[in-house]
């Protein structure tokens, strides 16, 4: 028999409203209270990339990131370019919530403001891209891509991340020698490329990643640049050009951009906030591991699966592109406040950093010949 008193339907109501009382004091202290369940918050996506391209990975790669991070409260399904809408119109799906976010590089909204392709397309005044995204985050970058955004009425929140190997000079018929052969060749590339290319002659087309190897096999366009190694072999590129010129300053600094539409991104709790901010920094060293890894891997098959032949760009080629470049500054700046702006604060930044950079790094090329460059020891 139990010795403990027996609880009457009265008292059970008094402890009942106890408890509530007790439960809203809590609750007014900032005790977590037990809330319902719910699902977990989902957001469609689209990168700029081709299903089978390696940025296309990346994407990938940084939704899972923060899916898991978020132990599935966040769930971003990322679909490749053209699902939703062409990779040129990312930033207004975005912008208007067609898309909840995006995974591109700024240079493919060139056509909206010029002065987004300094995020990438130009010489970047000596920089890297990883100094680009130092610039961009201790720098002053961030705030005036804040405003640039603002002022063509873009409502996205943007992350630029991973920063890119210097890329090439592109894929051609024979190897480029000297300044003049870009004149009158039929040739591809974005950003203020588009008129460094145009300034040596070249008649220039942009078109997305997934529509350039087509349009070289039509005879469209005599030559074409894109990104990498590995993005260059899965798109076919070896497929209709054996030459390549590697070193170029067309894009020696570029990077690529993470964009979530800015209504949306509001209404997401802080600590959710928190870890795709850290998700992104987190991606952008992973994405740069990992594109050692497997550019250098591709670099080798190309030259020896698919007997590409790769050249080292000419100096006269190079020293005419930063030529070519301060002219194309002058104009936009001229043009565009906020390219001077920026151009500005970028080659202030470059002043120190690269100087810093250059003084202090030893070059890798004389360690790289001792151990790799030398004549192999004969048998005896």
């Known amino acids: 028999m139990s010795t403990e ?4 339907e009265p008292s059970r109501r008094k402890f009942l409203r106890g408890a509530a009382v007790a439960a809203t004091g809590a609750a007014a202290l900032g005790f977590p209270a037990i809330a319902r369940a719910q699902g977990p918050i989902t957001m469609r996506w689209q990168s700029t990339w081709p299903q089978k391209d390696i940025f296309h ?13 978020t132990g599935g409260d966040l769930k971003i399904d990322v679909l490749p370019a053209g699902a939703v809408v062409p990779a040129f119109g990312l930033l207004d799906a975005v912008s208007k919530g067609t898309l909840d976010g995006g995974h591109g590089v700024l240079v493919y909204h060139y056509g909206k403001q010029t002065a987004l392709a300094l995020w990438g397309s130009s010489p970047a005044y000596g920089m890297d891209a990883n100094m680009l995204l130092a610039w961009h985050k201790y720098g002053g970058g961030k705030q005036l891509l804040n405003k640039l955004y603002a002022s063509i009425g873009a409502n996205v929140v943007s992350f630029p991340y991973g920063p890119m190997a210097t890329q090439p000079l592109g894929w051609y018929k024979k190897p480029i020698t000297k300044p003049d052969d870009f004149k009158g ?13 145009q300034g040596m002659g070249a008649a220039v087309n942009a078109l997305p990643g997934a529509e350039i190897v087509p349009a070289m096999d039509r005879g469209l366009l005599d030559a074409a640049e ?14 209709v050009s054996k030459v390549c010129m590697l070193q ?27 870890i795709i901010e850290n998700a992104v920094e987190a991606a952008s060293a992973d994405l ?9 891997k591709d670099y080798i098959e190309l030259q020896t699966k ?3 032949r790769f050249y080292k760009t000419p100096d006269s080629v190079l020293q005419k592109q930063l030529e070519v470049f301060d002219q194309v500054e002058v104009k936009k700046s001229a043009e565009n406040a906020m390219f001077k702006e920026i151009a500005e604060s970028q080659k202030a930044f470059a002043a120190r950093a690269v100087k810093w950079d250059l003084d202090t790094n ?16 004969k048998k005896s």
């Open 5 to 8: 008193p027996a609880v009457t």
């Open 306 to 308: 698919d007997k590409v």
């Open 57 to 69: 990975e990346y994407a990938l790669d940084f939704a899972k990131k923060v899916n898991d991070m």
């Open 288 to 296: 740069s591991w990992k594109a050692i890894d497997r550019y250098s």
């Open 248 to 274: 170029s300053y067309h894009q020696n600094a570029e990077q690529f951009e993470i964009t979530f539409n800015k209504t949306r991104f509001d209404t997401l709790p802080d600590k959710m906030k928190a």
């Open 185 to 197: 060749l039929k040739f591809r590339t974005v950003g203020i490329s588009i008129d460094l290319f």
């Open 362 to 377: 030893v070059s890798r090329r004389m360690a790289y010949n001792h151990y790799f460059g030398r004549p192999a020891a």
């Open 226 to 239: 894109f990104n990498n190694a590995t993005s260059d072999r899965i798109l076919g590129f070896a497929d």
